[in-house]
């Protein structure tokens, strides 16, 4: 914390603002800034009061991870449209996240961790209110909106990240709501009744969308992923927990698909 002002009562120089920084939009913020604009990260310095004030109005459980970028007020405002111009395409990174099943909610969080702006498509109205609370910026029901990739498209000029946990049922509308050079992400490559993906020619021979498969990632990407966890005091979202004793209810009661996160089997 850098209190740089005087004359304020004693108070004022005790406040602590604890949020977490994120290592992952700094990296690409050096990236995008380093590219036209000299840039040196500093892992030293403190929040200044211009950035901790007003933080401490608008996010007062210092609950959202910061990034702190100096101005340089003497190089006038034609540095500073630079900065603006370089930093621009951060702001317009828009995640799509398909249900809300561990890995689709996990991926919001993330998602959210890095700044980026949230689609969510759930088949249940209800789940929106809590879908939103957890920071997704926009919800669609795909059953309201069958055809929700057009909506999508409309609604963000074009989705960048695609996280495919639906399938065959969702992967057209995926490739819909994805922008030019997106990227779809598919975890799920058939439905519980064995119909694979298919790839429409008409839709694909329009996109230059890279698809790629994930099952496992490397231990590295664990370790990165687990220090965030860490760092930003992550904590996931549980939908409910089995005794060990009822594991075998537990499997049932994840294969109905009507779930909000993670369903645990207490070991312990």
């Known amino acids: 914390m850098n209190y740089d002002f005087y004359g304020f009562p004693d108070e004022m120089y005790k406040v602590v603002y604890p949020a977490p920084g994120n290592i992952t939009l700094a990296q690409e913020l050096q990236s995008s800034l380093g590219s036209q604009l000299p840039v040196r990260p500093d892992t030293e310095w403190g929040f200044d009061h211009g950035t901790w004030v007003p933080l401490t109005l608008m996010y007062p459980q210092a609950d959202i991870p910061v990034v702190q970028l100096s101005i340089q007020s003497q190089l006038g405002p034609e540095h500073h449209a630079k900065v603006g111009e370089a930093l621009a395409p951060l702001s317009g990174q828009g ?103 298919e790839m429409p020619a008409a839709l694909y021979q329009r996109s230059l969308v890279t698809i790629s498969r994930l099952f496992v990632g490397s231990r590295s990407n664990l370790e990165t992923m687990l220090r965030a966890v860490s760092q930003h005091r992550l904590k996931p979202v549980i939908d409910k927990v089995f005794p060990f004793t009822e594991a075998g209810d537990a499997y049932r009661y994840f294969q109905q698909g009507d779930v909000f996160g993670k369903v645990v089997v207490d070991g312990a």
């Open 95 to 197: 995640v799509l996240i398909i249900g809300s099943g561990g890995v689709a909610l996990f991926a919001l969080q993330f998602a959210k961790l890095a700044g980026c702006r949230v689609v969510a498509v759930t088949s249940r109205a209800e789940k929106a209110d809590r879908l939103r609370a957890l920071g997704a910026d926009l919800v669609v029901s795909s059953t309201d909106t069958p055809e929700w990739g057009a909506w999508v498209r409309e609604q963000t000029g074009g989705i960048d990240l695609v996280v495919e946990t639906g399938g065959p049922v969702t992967f057209a509308q995926s490739l819909i709501a994805s922008t030019l050079y997106g990227h779809i992400v598919l975890l799920t490559l058939q439905d519980a009744k064995g119909r694979s993906i």
